[in-house]
């Protein structure tokens, strides 16, 4: 197992060079090292040659127990891809992944959640009730972009000032997640949030002394606002709106299951959501469809059974 390291080294050179985001290479890594440190734990120590399907079962089911499928099934191919590179190095005669498949999965199964709009307006009165200024108009921006354009958390984080194109109102998000940049308008509120804030940041920062600051969103000390900076900060907002366990990826959720109900064309909210294939922002139609609804309406038991006879019938 002394050739671990360096064979990992040498595939994931292989594997950045496809020009996949940060995230998705260190993931990747850490995936990797896990598997290697498992197996030079064992005592004996295997030789890496010698690796059979019986030592890689042992291993998942200790590495996936009371995990997701999505897990599973994720962590069967970041070690497929690299069984594959084993036996293309002459290590492995075979790949044993061959045989171990990760569970089925199913897209439509689990559906993305929602945020209700009784809940989205008590999040924004809640935001709006801090008592400290800069503090409430950081966080009613924050609402403002999550939910007014679906950014993930990464990208609200990274971006800068420079991002903010004012004259066009939209924002320009890099691509380290899907590869490939956009550019995204901001509605009207939510660019007015984001326009007021940005006063409040000026005079934040220059009291500071941090006018260099590039990030768009800064916290009390001047410095760029962290992804757990985010979800923490938002947490407290949803506790003090008394609501139940509502994360970051749900205001993107949500945006994308209003902007389909609101007559929006799934191409379109794909574009500005910045999905890669079209089949995943299709999962949203599962939560608001708009054309389902309206079919419905002309199911011919509306004709058959008037709401008069019904109300007879009771």
Do not use: C
């Given at each position: 197992m002394r050739r671990w390291d360096t064979l990992v080294d040498r595939y994931m050179e292989e594997y950045s060079a496809r020009g996949l985001s940060r995230e998705t290479v260190h993931g990747v890594r850490c995936?990797?090292?896990?598997?290697?440190?498992?197996?030079?734990?064992?005592?004996?120590?295997?030789?890496?040659?010698?690796?059979?399907?019986?030592?890689?079962?042992?291993?998942?089911?200790?590495?996936?127990?009371?995990?997701s499928k999505a897990t599973v099934s994720s962590v069967v191919s970041k070690m497929r891809c690299m069984g594959k590179f084993l036996v293309?190095?002459?290590?492995?005669?075979?790949?044993?992944?061959?045989w171990i498949k990760g569970p089925k999965r199913d897209p439509r199964a689990r559906l993305p959640r929602r945020i209700s709009?009784?809940?989205?307006?008590?999040?924004?009165?809640?935001?709006?009730?801090?008592r400290r200024g800069y503090s409430r108009s950081l966080w009613i921006a924050v609402l403002?972009?999550?939910?007014?354009?679906?950014?993930?958390?990464?990208?609200?984080e990274r971006l800068n000032v420079s991002h903010w194109c004012r004259d066009e109102g939209l924002l320009e998000v890099d691509g380290r997640k899907t590869g490939w940049e956009r550019r995204v308008v901001l509605p009207e509120v939510s660019r007015a949030c984001l326009e007021s804030y940005l006063v409040h940041r000026h005079n934040h920062l220059e009291r500071l002394g941090h006018l260099e600051e590039e990030a768009l969103l800064v916290n009390q000390h001047g410095f760029r606002l962290k992804g757990f900076q985010i979800s923490r900060g938002l947490s407290r907002i949803i506790r003090r709106a008394g609501l139940e366990r509502i994360t970051v990826h749900q205001f993107r959720h949500t945006c994308a299951s209003d902007l389909l109900e609101a007559g929006l064309h799934v191409a379109q909210v794909q574009e500005i959501l910045g999905h890669r294939a079209i089949s995943t922002t299709v999962r949203y139609l599962h939560v608001s469809d708009p054309q389902k609804t309206a079919a419905v309406r002309l199911h011919p038991i509306n004709s058959i059974l008037k709401s008069r006879e019904i109300d007879d019938a009771a």
């Open positions: 995936e990797l090292d896990k598997w290697g440190s498992w197996m030079k734990r064992r005592r004996p120590k295997p030789r890496l040659e010698e690796i059979d399907s019986d030592l890689l079962l042992h291993y998942l089911q200790e590495r996936t127990a009371f995990r293309r190095e002459g290590y492995w005669r075979q790949n044993p992944f061959r709009k009784e809940a989205m307006q008590q999040v924004w009165h809640s935001a709006a009730m801090n403002g972009v999550l939910y007014g354009t679906g950014l993930r958390r990464g990208e609200l």
